[in-house]
């Protein structure tokens, strides 16, 4: 079971309207500790601060259950007006924010944007922020929310909101302060130290997955990078090459990553092991290689047959004719030659029946 109890202001008496599960007059206790009121900016805590809770009454105005406690807040609020002229800063119901609201929202914008305010809640961050436990705590804090799809989706939603209020001076400035040398710097420690955890390391993987996913998303990422390539290349003097990371002038390269001088050696070691010769317009074919090879083969088979021949023609005692000293050669004779064509001719007679004993 739970209540709605009603705080009403004698002096003004403007409303406050609220919603418990706890006992009542606890609830009415944890209201009147400081810790609830003292350093905050609501308007039941300002109107507080200006009269005092002496002046405040307490009372219950129903009670229900849990599951109607936020229709009957809001039916309650609207009754009493306490909204729009009353203590309450939203309509009702655990689904509203405070700053969802846009007449709450502009007001309390309004509010930070007073010079005293704002240096009185930067001076507080940055005490808090100096205190170990406490920022331990809101490191803690911050993580778990990180770790949140919803969050962070709802970070980058308030980013662009705010950059579309922005005029293009003002968008231009905030672009340019997230590239400043010591805020890249401090980006990429923070990224190192992120991808160092396994939470990190997949947190951060999901999301550049997903980016990569959004048509929209891809198509600024890969503008981004064709636009810093173009940056690089138009302002870099030197480079290194792939090939034999020698780092050279810009001058020395085509457009891809290998200097001029391993392209050109590149392409005469393709052109050798082809088998044609820099410089010459002579290319062997292969069907040329293998022509070359039957005309060897052909070559080496003559000369074993004009071996066999002479042989043959020997006599006993060794005798021989000049005819025959001239077939020894054959092997060493080129076909097609003259040559070669006489000692064709003249194996014709040479017999053992030509000879002459």
Same mark, same amino acid.
């Given at each position: 079971?739970?209540?709605?109890? %009603? &705080?009403?202001?004698? #002096?003004?008496?403007?409303?406050?309207?609220?919603?418990?599960?706890?006992?009542?007059?606890?609830?009415?206790?944890?209201?009147?500790?400081?810790?609830?009121?003292?350093?905050?900016?609501?308007?039941?805590?300002?109107? #507080?601060?200006?009269?005092?809770?002496?002046?405040?009454?307490?009372?219950?105005?129903?009670?229900?259950?849990?599951?109607?406690?936020?229709?009957?807040?809001?039916?309650?609020?609207?009754?009493?007006?306490?909204?729009?002229?009353?203590?309450?800063?939203?309509?009702?119901?655990?689904?509203?924010?405070?700053?969802?609201?846009?007449?709450?929202?502009?007001?309390?914008?309004?509010?930070?944007?007073?010079?005293?305010?704002?240096?009185?809640?930067? &001076?507080?961050?940055?005490?808090?922020?100096?205190?170990?436990?406490?920022?331990? &705590?809101?490191?803690? &804090?911050?993580?778990?929310?990180?770790?949140?799809?919803?969050?962070?989706?709802?970070?980058?939603?308030?980013?662009?909101?705010?950059?579309?209020?922005?005029?293009?001076?003002?968008?231009?400035?905030?672009?340019?302060?997230?590239?400043?040398?010591?805020?890249?710097?401090?980006?990429?420690?923070?990224? %190192?130290?992120?991808?160092?955890?396994?939470?990190?390391?997949?947190?951060?993987?999901?999301?550049?997955?997903?980016?990569?996913?959004?048509?929209?998303?891809?198509?600024?990422?890969?503008?981004?990078?064709?636009?810093?390539?173009?940056?690089?290349?138009?302002?870099?003097?030197?480079?290194?090459?792939?090939?034999?990371?020698? #780092?050279?002038? #810009?001058?020395?390269?085509?457009?891809?990553?290998?200097?001029?001088?391993?392209?050109?050696?590149?392409?005469?070691?393709?052109?050798?092991?082809?088998?044609?010769?820099?410089?010459?317009?002579?290319?062997?074919?292969?069907?040329?290689?293998?022509?070359?090879?039957?005309?060897?083969?052909?070559?080496?088979?003559?000369?074993?047959?004009?071996?066999?021949?002479?042989?043959?023609?020997?006599?006993?005692?060794?005798?021989?004719?000049?005819?025959?000293?001239?077939?020894?050669?054959?092997?060493?004779?080129?076909?097609?030659?003259?040559?070669?064509?006489?000692?064709?001719?003249?194996?014709?007679?040479?017999?053992?029946?030509?000879?002459?004993?």
């Amino acid at each position: 079971m739970g209540w709605i109890y %009603k &705080l009403t202001c004698k #002096v003004t008496g403007k409303v406050y309207i609220g919603q418990t599960i706890q006992d009542v007059q606890k609830r009415w206790t944890q209201h009147k500790s400081p810790s609830s009121w003292l350093k905050k900016t609501t308007y039941l805590a300002r109107a #507080v601060k200006m009269h005092g809770w002496s002046l405040f009454n307490f009372e219950t105005v129903c009670e229900a259950e849990n599951d109607q406690l936020d229709d009957l807040e809001i039916h309650y609020i609207s009754k009493y007006n306490s909204f729009e002229d009353g203590l309450n800063s939203t309509p009702g119901g655990k689904q509203y924010s405070s700053m969802l609201v846009p007449e709450v929202k502009a007001k309390r914008m309004a509010t930070m944007r007073i010079p005293d305010v704002k240096k009185r809640w930067l &001076l507080a961050i940055t005490a808090a922020q100096r205190n170990p436990e406490q920022r331990a &705590l809101l490191s803690k &804090l911050c993580k778990e929310r990180c770790q949140d799809s919803s969050h962070m989706q709802k970070r980058a939603d308030g980013i662009q909101r705010y950059l579309d209020t922005l005029s293009d001076a003002g968008r231009k400035w905030y672009i340019d302060r997230m590239r400043t040398p010591e805020a890249t710097s401090k980006r990429v420690k923070s990224l %190192k130290a992120k991808l160092a955890t396994p939470i990190g390391k997949k947190t951060h993987g999901d999301a550049t997955a997903r980016s990569w996913k959004d048509p929209e998303s891809r198509e600024k990422r890969m503008a981004g990078l064709k636009k810093a390539a173009e940056k690089r290349r138009s302002t870099a003097t030197e480079k290194k090459c792939n090939a034999c990371a020698i #780092v050279k002038p #810009v001058t020395d390269f085509y457009r891809g990553g290998k200097c001029k001088k391993c392209i050109n050696a590149r392409i005469i070691a393709n052109r050798r092991r082809n088998g044609s010769i820099c410089g010459q317009r002579t290319v062997t074919t292969f069907q040329q290689r293998a022509n070359a090879q039957e005309d060897a083969v052909l070559h080496a088979q003559q000369g074993h047959n004009s071996a066999n021949d002479k042989h043959d023609s020997m006599s006993d005692d060794d005798h021989y004719t000049d005819d025959d000293e001239a077939s020894t050669h054959t092997s060493e004779i080129k076909p097609g030659s003259q040559y070669a064509a006489s000692c064709a001719h003249n194996s014709d007679w040479d017999s053992e029946d030509d000879y002459d004993w």
